[in-house]
């Protein structure tokens, strides 16, 4: 549990040392049951900070995602450090990031900020529709308490909360500099059953199904734009020499970039949910991502983000990895 | 020079090994209509001269500057059409190999089928053949001087061998003396020469030669650079002795508090020596050595009033004072010459080695037999006024080797003819000895083996084929459990005494040179050799070589002929002064790099570093490929998430064209 208050203390100290450039959070959103991210520049930003169940976006993508402007002639670039805060999950895509060395330990100030589970903003919204005006939030006990304009309305989490919430087992930053907490207690557990429903297929259902989700794919990016895990300064889905992957909006094509996409993310995705929340057309990114944590956990005992020491599973080997998919 | 692509395709019968399956004519007709191709042309050996005539003549009088040739695996003869385009004055990298015979026509029945797919092949060839680019092998200077690792005999032959030839030496020994296993012996099979009347005049020899620098008691930290130029540190560690000034007398070691209480490991702790001591009388460099671990003076700060030794020294050459040192030198060629442990019996549970004094292995026994050993060559048991001469006397062979239950399936190769020979001794050395030998099989295959093995079966040993199953005590004796299998007989053999003929394993610390020069290790454990038939002294890093049994099991003729290879295979490098690097190695695209160090985690030669490059004024992490250490596998460009480190000659623009024209037909 998280005292919001000594956050914003901790934050306020942070964002007044010489060495931090900026600190990247959260702030209440401008309608609906939204937040939206923050950046604090100064000390005075750091009342607007909220620490709430509508925080769900995972403010690390943009320590990767930051344009770098070029640096005039006789300047030195910006080396002072960035403070992000994080939940348990994003702080997995810290320690990735950390692992496959997109920074240095001490380019980052993390302040740590376990968490009782973020909504998912299309249930809430399908419970309470038309909301004009911005709603906040705040944890109960067990419950997601709702400010309503009619007033306090306090509803059991399994309702509102992200799917990624019900199943998570690292609500506590693995990884953090600062924070002002007590644990919270991990009351999720993990069995794949979304995936495991889709295994129940045979192929040509799971065909029927992914096509028919890719289908609807407009190729808005926004999936890889968030995922705090792709970072390429060249991204192959831009490149036109070679060009692996066309830009036309078909089943094929959106279908290969999916694929893509999903295999660049095994052995690294951290299971942050930012892809599937951010898609228009509500495809379950998740599932495909999923699916594939699931093999990478069964088959090679492996969960990414979890120590910033371990290698990256795919320049990891033991002599007994399994290779029997290999013809 | 117009590059225009002009393809010259030459399709390769191969006798019939291609023809028969594939329709040579409909490839060749096929491939005269394919863009950019200006002949084509088919023969029965495309390797032999007369084939590689045609391709030179058409280079050089229809101007070819591209050149496919379809026929077998690049392995076979991509090195062979290189030098036929060098020749003609194209640059070979100008060449690609189109694999019609282990592809297509050795895996195929249906010569319509076969003949469909070896114009596809062709075509994908003719694709790329169009992209590719001129490449230049550059050649880097060879640092003339050797490491070698281990002064067994194998180290120790190599460097001499080495040194000879006129090029510096520098030969690390991790123990206080040269020698290695080959000084523990007594006699060498099946001559029964003297081990140490061989041994020791090259042992002096190699300590000096003036071309050779030997660091003993010394260990190799790191080794770091590439074939040619290695940059080397290796740890000195401290004797405790000035090695200038002791005269090797050996007064402090009679004066040693702890004379004759610490097991001599040189006797397979069987006799005992001081803290202060020499391995055994004949060690090279003749120094004495303080044993840190044992010594009270270094373990307790305090021995009597004063440490007996300094005292006794009349050199003053006791240095308590003295601190491991770090020798960093450069070398252009490495020799791993690590040798083996012996098995531990002590895993045959069955056998009692743990449990009895008279159940001994065969190194042991070779102490015993040994002169300079603990009992001065006579074999007997126990000490003093107990001391017996055992006369029954059984050995077990194949203890550690081709036992899956230890998880050494390999045979050890030499335990079969030491036994002999070890039975031959009790033979000459207990009158009246009754000694048999328990065996799965007995392998006498080298030179002299047979007529050695023919000869102790002369002397009156039995040889008695069966696996005993159990040793135990029974009064005074010990009693052998088996089966003859021949004539299907269980036996108890009772006996005074057992010799269990030990196989040979890995090092236990056979890890530590594997991570310091990157080997890879078989099955067996053993280090691995580039290639079983036709590379057996090199390793998959270039400059790195293997003698003597860190390769493998091997008796002293064997090592000493690899030795002798690993030698001459680093004197090639040493004398040429130069060597060609690999020309299709990795490129890295700077500009698109993201710094994530998956390919310097799984570049199998450590020839990718990351290195902080500038951005328009912002520092980032960027790949960056020692070309001298790159070998061109491809593991980084598969590894690699943005398409940023390439394979020259395989590079995306160049591969995908080749996939395209086979998704078109």
């Known amino acids: ?327 | 020079m117009n590059n225009k692509p002009k393809i010259g395709v030459y399709v390769c019968h191969c006798g019939v090994n291609i023809s028969k399956t594939v329709d040579i004519d409909a490839v060749v007709e096929f491939a005269s209509r394919m863009p950019n191709v200006k002949v084509v042309r088919d023969y029965a050996y495309m390797c032999s001269d007369p084939g590689q005539l045609l391709i030179r003549e058409d280079i050089e009088k229809e101007g070819l500057n591209r050149v496919v040739v379809a026929s077998c695996s690049p392995r076979m003869h991509e090195s062979t059409f290189r030098k036929t385009l060098a020749a003609a004055g194209l640059n070979s990298y100008y060449l690609e190999m189109a694999n019609i015979r282990e592809q297509c026509s050795w895996v195929h029945e249906d010569k319509e089928e076969a003949t469909a797919k070896a114009k596809k092949i062709v075509y994908a060839a003719v694709a790329k053949a169009r992209l590719l680019e001129p490449l230049y092998e550059k050649e880097v200077d060879v640092e003339p001087a050797t490491l070698v690792i281990g002064a067994g005999i194998a180290g120790i032959q190599a460097a001499l061998d080495i040194a000879n030839a006129g090029f510096k030496v520098y030969l690390v020994e991790k123990t206080p003396s040269v020698g290695g296993r080959m000084s523990q012996l007594d006699k060498t099979f099946p001559t029964l020469d003297c081990s140490a009347c061989i041994l020791t005049p090259k042992m002096v020899d190699v300590a000096n030669h003036p071309n050779v620098e030997l660091l003993a008691y010394s260990q190799v930290e790191d080794i770091t650079g590439y074939v040619g130029n290695f940059d080397v540190k290796v740890r000195k560690k401290a004797r405790y002795v000035d090695v200038n000034k002791c005269t090797g007398c050996g007064v402090c070691s009679e004066e040693c508090r702890l004379k004759n209480r610490i097991p001599s490991e040189f006797n397979m702790e069987m006799g005992k020596r001081a803290a202060i001591y020499l391995p055994f009388p004949q060690a090279v460099p003749a120094k004495y050595t303080i044993d840190p671990e044992r010594c009270l003076f270094l373990t307790r700060g305090k021995c009597g009033k004063s440490p007996k030794c300094v005292d006794a020294c009349s050199a003053g050459a006791i240095n308590f004072e003295q601190e491991d040192e770090i020798a960093e030198f450069k070398v252009g060629t490495v020799i791993v010459a690590t040798g083996f442990d012996v098995f531990d019996a002590a895993r045959k549970p069955e056998y009692g080695y743990s449990d009895y004094p008279n159940v001994v292995t065969g190194l042991e026994f070779e102490r015993l037999v040994s002169a300079s050993g603990p009992t001065g060559g006579a074999v007997v048991l126990g000490e003093g006024e107990d001391a017996v001469v055992p006369k029954d006397i059984a050995f077990i062979k194949c203890v550690g080797s081709r036992d899956a239950s230890v998880g050494n399936e390999y045979c050890s190769r030499v335990c079969c003819m030491y036994t002999a020979k070890l039975a031959h001794l009790v033979m000459e050395k207990v009158p009246g000895a009754n000694v048999r030998i328990y065996y799965m099989d007995v392998r006498a295959f080298g030179k002299g083996f047979e007529e050695f093995y023919d000869r102790v079966r002369r002397e009156g040993i039995r040889y008695i084929r069966g696996n005993p199953s159990e040793i135990f005590k029974r009064g005074e004796k010990l009693v052998v459990k088996v089966e003859d299998t021949l004539t299907a007989t269980p036996l108890e053999d009772e006996v005074d005494m057992v010799v269990l003929a030990v196989g040979l394993e890995p090092r236990k610390d056979a890890r530590e040179i594997i991570d310091i020069l990157r080997l890879s290790q078989s099955g067996d454990r053993f280090y691995l050799e580039a290639h079983p038939k036709l590379a057996p002294v090199d390793t998959a890093t270039d400059g790195v070589f293997l003698a003597g049994c860190a390769q493998g099991p091997k008796d002293i003729p064997d090592t000493v002929a690899q030795a002798k290879g690993a030698a001459s295979s680093a004197l090639v490098l040493l004398a040429s002064g130069k060597v060609k690097i690999q020309a299709q190695i990795s490129v890295v695209d700077q500009s698109t790099c993201r710094g994530c160090g998956y390919c310097v985690e799984i570049c199998p030669y450590g020839a990718i570093d990351l290195v902080t490059v500038n951005r328009m004024g912002n520092l980032a992490q960027a790949a960056e490929v020692n070309e001298a250490l790159c070998k061109g596998c491809g593991a980084c460009a598969a590894a690699c998430f943005s398409g940023s480190i390439q394979q020259k000659s395989f590079m995306d623009r160049q591969i995908l064209p080749q996939i395209a024209v086979l998704g078109v037909m």
Request: overall charge negative.
């Open chain 1, 1 to 327: 549990m998280v005292d919001v208050a000594k956050l914003k203390e901790i934050a306020r100290e942070t964002v007044s040392r010489d060495d931090v450039k900026y600190l990247i959070g959260w702030r209440q959103g401008t309608f609906g049951f939204r937040a939206a991210p923050h950046f604090v520049n100064k000390p005075e930003d750091v009342d607007q900070l909220i620490f709430s169940p509508l925080c769900s976006h995972n403010l690390a993508t943009y320590l990767t995602g930051v344009e770098k402007l070029p640096v005039p002639r006789g300047q030195e670039a910006d080396s002072r450090k960035v403070a992000l805060m994080v939940k348990g999950c994003d702080s997995r895509a810290v320690v990735l990031q950390l692992v496959e060395q997109g920074y240095g330990r001490d380019s980052v100030v993390v302040i740590g900020c376990p968490c009782q589970g973020v909504v998912d903003q299309k249930k809430v919204e399908a419970k309470y529709p038309d909301m004009g005006e911005n709603i906040t939030a705040e944890w109960g006990e067990k419950t997601i308490i709702f400010n309503l304009p009619s007033g306090k309305t306090e509803v059991p989490r399994e309702e509102v909360l992200a799917g990624k919430c019900l199943t998570c087992r690292y609500p506590n930053p693995l990884l953090a500099d600062a924070g002002a907490w007590e644990e919270v207690a991990v009351w999720g557990s993990d069995d794949y059953a979304d995936v495991q429903d889709l295994e129940a297929g045979n192929p040509q259902e799971r065909r029927a199904f992914w096509e028919d989700k890719f289908a609807s794919c407009i190729r808005c990016y926004a999936c890889r734009n968030v995922c705090p895990m792709c970072y390429c300064e060249d991204c192959i889905l831009d490149r036109l020499n070679p060009q692996w992957i066309t830009r036309a909006v078909n089943p094929t094509e959106n279908t290969a970039f999916h694929l893509s996409r999903a295999f660049h993310l095994a052995g690294r995705c951290i299971e942050c949910g930012e892809c599937e929340r951010v898609c228009p057309v509500d495809i379950p990114l998740m599932k495909l991502n999923r699916k594939l944590t699931k093999e990478v956990r069964e088959n090679y005992d492996y969960e990414p983000g979890l120590d910033p020491e371990a290698k990256p599973l795919q320049a990891s080997y033991r002599p007994n990895d399994k290779e029997d998919f290999i013809l």
